[in-house]
């Protein structure tokens, strides 16, 4: 062989003996063929074959496996981000004509995205209130609505949702059921375990880890949705980076860790903030006061780090200026990392059902690994601004 397509096709060496503990970066867009057989006929290999780079490579697999095996899934896909694994749902099963329900509470690119994408190309949305009974969001399932979008708890205030009983109901109304469940991660709540037919995850927050890395995922059970949503990626061309999938990877592999952490003291603190101001103002679902405990405590096999603070209006400027004056605590977007994060958030303008006392800033919360003293330095700062 010359020298020039030696540079190109090195020699094959032994693999012999050599076992890693580690998921190696498997990168490809060309998928080669033994012969033009296989080529021609390289569709036969059906959705989890390998055929083309954007369809995934072991790297990719090996997350897809994972994720399935944590939520009790057959089939998992990865997208770019957690915003882009929820469109994959809305676009694969919605048509023009129909109707998505989703709640109030919704991570609000979910609203934006009915608002603005979807009223466009005839497809319709309601906002339900988190708040209603199952029978009361029952009652909007007409025979134009073809899914029931669930965020529980919601983005920001918390509510919860009895999602096992709005499940029955709309599977009796021939209507599907998707859940955001990136709050609890799978380690907390199986959603497909109780009856949801799609449920998504930002694996950039608790399963990422770190804050460097985007990624979502859609796991679900029906090989036939499983197959229409993998055919809509492949026609809008859409995969995720080996390299960023071994990011997820190796954050999954604490994440059962740093997830304990977090909540314990995110639990602790707001126990704490809720004896000192009052038990109201704090939104955490597995506070005993919060409207949302009794589901909680029923399905939930714990909770994360994360949690808001409703703040009085009075007090929002000397609150401001603590979160400017925070030693150990960042200001920013997304959670779930090592670093802890304030988030002061204003949701009354994007909600469809207001309620008093979230008309100021919330709050939001996300503990990450530090250590708790120098946490609660920030956070009794904060407190005493109320
Ligand atoms: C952050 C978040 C998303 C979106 O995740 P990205 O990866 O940032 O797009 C979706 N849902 C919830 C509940 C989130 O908190």
Redesign the pocket.
Known sequence: MQDQTICVSPPAISEDGYVSLTTPVHRASTIAFPDVASYTNRAERGPDGYSYGLGGTPTTKQLEATISALEEANGTLLLA????A?MLVFLSVLKPGDTILIPDCA?PPVRSFCKSFLAERGIGHRVYNPDWSAAEIGDLMDATVKLLWV?TPG?TTMEMVDVAALVAIAHAKGVLVGC?N??ATPLNYKPLAHGVDFVVE?L??YAGGHSDV???SVSLRDDGWYRTLRATMGMMGLGVSPDDCVLVLRGLETMPLRLRHAEKTALDFARRIAEIISPQLVLHPALPHSPSHALWARDFAGASGVFSIAIPEKSEPAVIEQINGAKTFSIGA??GGTHSLLAPMSVASDRSFPKPEHGGTILRISIGLEDPVDLWADIGAIIKAI
């Open positions: 981000s957690g915003q882009a929820i991570y965020e983005s955001d990136t709050w930002a950039t927050k985007l990624m979502g997304s959670w």
